[in-house]
């Protein structure tokens, strides 16, 4: 599998080079692209990265070639990591309709490169953000069974994090989902949560003192709330106090509000989290192992009569997509999902429909 990574230059895309290279996950047969933008600084940089990237990794590293123009992209599986991030002013931190407006023109230039391709269509994922909006884009042009958002994973291995340092244990013994939309409506299925090697019973515990006096309907305001008053802290410098409110929060809301404390104290990126979470899922279509990961698609009513973007349990290909895992939610959770599904639809639309 031919790999390219949009927005190689960037301090993720950097970071996945490196560990797809350092995971070996690319055979010396194949080939890395590292897509920068023509004209660009990026441009420029990307042949110091592909230098750096021949030092480091020189044996049995695939071949690297730098490609700066989208109509030279021709790599199988592309991975989406150009655009803005997020603005540098804490209070423009969440505008997802500015953010969305920012990055639709990237994504709508590739994802006409690609689909003007002959041949099929390559596998796309999308890890800029907004990441529902990418999915949209590039699904519209592609076939949606060729796109996933790696938001959801992003957002699951975060949640997964949090609950095993609650319990104690180590990541991978925790099974849970973050679903519904990488941002405001994400959605905990704490009807999902199994880990391993821990009785039910301390399970429930665990899940009894996190929820509360606590809604799922009520963790988007949450989540906002907790935001600010971090935001705020940072603003006047007392980046220790913030860090010290964040892990005062329970699991579920740590795993939201902690990546947006690391982007404004740690260079204003998330970068290893979110290259991590990228390199999990090449490593699944790699392997052709058959899993089931949370990611962004646009459903068609294979699950719930779900018709839309939003984060999902679906079962991998070697192309993208193939199914959905027919998880069946709390009445809660279902309605979380609806919400969720109903505020990416509105924020796709509004940046989408002409002005």
């Known amino acids: 599998m031919d790999v390219a990574i949009v927005g190689a230059a960037g301090s993720c895309g950097r970071q996945l080079a490196s560990q797809l290279l350092d995971r070996r996950l690319l055979p010396a047969t194949g080939r890395l692209q590292l897509v920068g933008h023509q004209g660009g600084r990026s441009a420029d940089e990307l042949w110091g990265l592909r230098a750096d990237l021949d030092d480091a990794f020189v044996d049995g590293a695939p071949a690297l070639e730098v490609v700066v123009d989208p109509a030279d992209l021709s790599a199988d599986l592309v991975v989406m990591l150009a ?23 990237i994504y709508q230039l590739y ?11 390559p596998t796309v994922i999308v890890q800029s953000n907004p990441v529902e909006l990418g999915v949209q884009v590039f699904a519209e042009r592609l076939g949606r069974r060729h796109v996933i958002g790696a938001g959801a994973l992003s957002d699951s291995l975060r949640v997964r994090a949090e609950l095993a340092v609650d319990l104690g244990v180590r990541r991978p013994q925790v099974q849970a989902l ?10 905990p299925l704490w009807s999902q949560l199994r880990v391993q090697g821990v009785a039910t019973e301390a399970v429930a515990a665990l899940v009894h003192r996190i929820r509360a006096g606590r ?6 305001q949450e989540l906002r ?15 220790q106090k913030a860090y010290d409110l964040v892990e005062t929060l329970s699991a579920d809301l740590r795993a939201v509000v902690k990546p947006f404390f690391i982007h404004f104290t740690a260079g204003r990126t998330t970068e290893i989290a979110t290259a991590h979470a990228v390199a999990e899922i090449i490593a699944a279509m790699v392997t052709g192992e058959q899993r ?31 199914a959905v895992e027919q998880l069946e939610l709390e009445a809660d959770e279902l309605a979380g999902l609806h919400a969720a599904m109903a505020a990416i639809s509105t924020a796709n639309r509004a940046v989408m429909q002409p002005s």
Request: hydrophobic share 50%.
């Open 178 to 187: 973050m679903l519904g939309q990488h941002g405001d409506h994400a959605l």
């Open 225 to 239: 709330a907790h935001r600010m008053e971090m935001f705020g802290l940072i603003r006047s410098g007392q980046v």
């Open 215 to 220: 809604t799922l309907a009520d963790f988007p």
């Open 292 to 322: 089931i990961l949370p990611a962004q698609v646009l459903l068609a009513g294979e699950w719930l009569d779900l018709h839309g973007v939003v984060a999902a349990p679906v079962i991998l290909s070697a192309g993208g997509w193939e």
């Open 83 to 105: 655009g803005v991030t997020v603005s540098s002013d804490l209070g423009a931190a969440v505008d997802r309709a500015a953010l969305g407006k920012a990055n639709l023109p």
């Open 111 to 121: 994802a006409e490169a690609m689909a003007a391709r002959n041949g099929p269509p």
